[in-house]
């Protein structure tokens, strides 16, 4: 059960550590989100999809930067599930993102988190 909160959220996004900040852009609250589309993501019942922004309609987007090794991780995936299931069908949407990066951790990697 743990596991699936990424699945709950709705979608696991992989960043890659490796272009941290040199091409990120730093946003405010309220802007708009930078342009991104194919990334690699799992949808709610546990298929593997992409992601890109226009996929995602709701007006409060809510992302959460996770690592199933992490022990903080762990202990607030329950809290995570809760808040999913509390604003499900209220246009908000939880997109969580791994942030170990593909092929670094066994229990990081996408077929790990479905």
Request: glycine content about 6%.
């Amino acid at each position: 059960m743990r596991k699936s909160v990424l699945t709950l959220a709705a979608l696991a996004l992989f960043a890659t550590p490796a272009l941290a900040g040199k091409y990120n852009k730093k946003i405010e609250i309220g802007q708009k989100a930078p342009d991104f589309s194919g990334v690699a993501a799992v949808d709610p019942k546990g298929q593997d999809t992409s992601l890109s922004l226009n996929d995602i309609k709701e007006d409060v987007v809510v992302v959460v930067f996770l690592a199933n090794h992490c022990p903080y991780v762990t202990a607030i995936e329950d809290r995570l599930i809760d808040f999913a299931k509390a604003y499900e069908g209220k246009n908000v949407k939880l997109v969580a993102i791994a942030v170990s990066g593909k092929n670094t951790r066994k229990q990081d990697d996408l077929s790990a988190i479905k």
